[in-house]
């Protein structure tokens, strides 16, 4: 069993033994509960509630590690999308509870299918032109936001309107991808589908 070898101590129960690939300012996991295979994490290795709270190295570091993920996975299934729940209090619900930066990376479904449905419920703050160039210039988030984009192409910033849902977009691409259900994480037991991401995944990361 491979596990990690520079998580803490304190966190290799929760992650040890998913970590796909690792720098020192990020870490890639097969998600729990995901909605698709080949859904995965990237999650920031300094503790912060969102992206937008990484010093210059860290960001950089976490940019390329996304670049590098995002190329694994899209190799392996298809393009996919990439998306933030970007949370800036503790326990808010729109972060999953989870409360530690992290992207998602998400095969299977186009980038405009989910604008079209986020545009009809939140606005859009912001378009670049890739994930590097927001995550350079984007300054400290003072208010919950939505970051989606694909894996080569624009990145686009939202900020919630009325009622702020739980896993945002994560119900919005289970409903597209036939998979209503499995938009909560916590409920949606898939222990299968994570397993074989991780073996696609880290075997490809090996080659």
Not at 125 to 150: C, H, K, M, N
Not at 177 to 185: A, F, I, Q
Request: aromatic share 8%; glycine share 8%; charged share 30%.
């Amino acid at each position: 069993m491979v596990r990690s070898k520079l998580i803490p101590p304190a966190e290799r129960e929760a992650f040890g033994y998913r970590v796909i690939a690792e720098t020192r300012e990020a870490f890639c996991v097969p998600t729990l509960g995901p909605i698709i295979e080949g859904h995965c994490l990237v999650f920031s290795r300094r503790s912060v509630l969102n992206l937008t709270l990484l010093d210059a190295v860290e960001r950089k570091g976490y940019a390329e590690m996304v670049r590098a993920m995002a190329e694994l996975v899209e190799t392996a299934y298809g393009p996919s999308v990439v998306f933030e729940h970007g949370a800036v209090e503790r326990g808010d619900r729109i972060g999953c509870g989870v409360d530690r930066a992290h992207l998602h990376v998400l095969p299977g479904v186009e980038l405009s299918r989910v604008l079209a449905v986020l545009d009809t419920k939140h606005r859009r703050i912001g378009e670049w032109a890739t994930f590097s160039e927001w995550l350079t210039s984007a300054p400290p988030a003072d208010r919950p936001y939505i970051l989606i984009g694909s894996t080569g192409d624009e990145v686009l910033m939202y900020e919630y309107c009325g009622p702020r849902e739980s896993q945002c977009v994560r119900r919005i691409v289970a409903s597209l991808v036939g998979r209503p259900d499995s938009w909560d994480w916590r409920e949606a037991k898939d222990d299968h589908i994570m397993e074989r991401t991780l073996e696609t995944l880290r075997g490809a990361a090996v080659e």
